[in-house]
């Protein structure tokens, strides 16, 4: 929810998609990151469902933000 927020909210608000690129950029990267084995053995974001859904659903969400057309400014 708060990455459909995110992604959305800089979309709307730039108007480009070069800002929620980024961003989405480097929040795919932090979750890729923290789904990696720490040294200590301990992983972040746990196998399962739940550690599916939060690594897919961003993806797809920010593959919906960024496919989207662009919205003509009103006159």
């Known amino acids: 929810m708060a990455v459909s927020a995110l992604l959305v909210g800089l979309r709307l608000l730039r108007g480009t ?3 929620a690129f980024l ?5 795919l990267v932090t979750i890729f990151v923290l789904s990696l084995r720490g040294a200590g053995g301990s ?3 746990p196998a399962g469902l739940t550690g599916t859904l939060w690594t897919v659903v961003p993806a ?3 593959a919906l933000v960024l ?3 662009t919205i003509p400014a009103r006159r």
């Open 60 to 62: 797809l969400v920010t």
């Open 23 to 27: 961003a989405a950029t480097g929040l």
């Open 17 to 19: 998609r070069t800002v």
């Open 43 to 45: 992983v972040l974001v």
């Open 67 to 69: 496919a989207w057309p």
